[in-house]
């Protein structure tokens, strides 16, 4: 079945502990993302991938960080999370050359305490 | 900042009446995209439409894009309680095949579709 899949689905946490979030998909995509979801805010990109090694930062990258080692997996890291990056992350995979629709994964809840 | 904005912020229906929501948008897009969250879930991907198209259907969807106006309705005829989600409409403002295009979304309308 094709799929994006994300581990942990809930996260509690305490300011300053190092987490990461994993991502993967078997659709052979090229590109992936991050996102985070806010009440009232939509959907806010962290950072995106072309392709292996190739990212970039989106519109909210900072305290995150992320790599692209292998075409499948695209891992969002915190390195100190903080209480404002309590958030609801969605991680997205799709084609080039496409028209940029995204197939989103179940979502992870953050809560940084 | 966001792109798109959804209007009304929430909807509340009952079951076989249709649904219609708005989005707004600022600047020029290579195409329009509606995606569906159900509570806490991943966005579904719905439709998409193009710069150069004006109307599109999918089933119960019927997507229309105005760019004059840079404004897009969606409507969901004949709703259904599964219909119940909220509906986020997302600009694509890329301009070339070469570049990579972010998807802007907006805050979404939150539907409710009542038996």
């Known amino acids: 079945e094709a799929q994006v899949t994300q581990n942990p689905r809930y996260l509690i946490t305490v300011t300053g502990k190092k987490l990461t979030v994993t991502c993967s998909q078997n659709?052979?995509?090229?590109?992936m993302s991050w996102y985070r979801q806010d009440p009232g805010l939509g959907l806010r990109q962290i950072y995106y991938?072309?392709?292996?090694?190739?990212?970039d930062k989106g519109d909210v990258p900072e305290g995150y960080k992320v790599s692209r080692k292998e075409k499948r997996n695209f891992p969002l890291i915190l390195e100190s999370p903080s209480p404002n990056q309590t958030s609801l992350y969605f991680c997205?995979?799709?084609?080039?050359?496409?028209?940029?629709?995204?197939?989103f994964g179940p979502g992870t809840r953050l809560t940084v305490l | 900042s966001q792109q798109g904005e959804e209007d009304p912020q929430a909807l509340s229906i009952q079951e076989g009446e249709n649904a219609t929501m708005n989005c707004s948008y600022k600047?020029?897009?290579?195409?329009l995209q509606w995606y569906r969250q159900n509570s806490g879930r991943g966005l579904v991907h719905l439709i998409l439409?193009?710069?150069?198209?004006r109307e599109k259907h999918s089933g119960r969807l019927r997507v229309t894009l105005d760019t004059s106006k840079k404004s897009s309705s969606l409507l969901i005829t004949a709703s259904r309680a599964a219909d119940t989600a909220s509906y986020f409409c997302?600009?694509?403002?890329?301009?070339?095949?070469?570049?990579?295009?972010?998807?802007?979304f907006g805050a979404g309308t939150q539907v409710v579709v009542t038996p």
């Open positions: 659709m052979n995509h090229e590109y």
């Open positions: 997205a995979g799709f084609l080039a050359g496409g028209y940029n629709e995204q197939f």
């Open positions: 997302a600009t694509d403002a890329r301009r070339t095949t070469d570049s990579w295009g972010k998807l802007q």
């Open positions: 439409i193009r710069s150069n198209e």
């Open positions: 600047t020029s897009i290579n195409n």
């Open positions: 991938s072309m392709n292996v090694e190739v990212t």
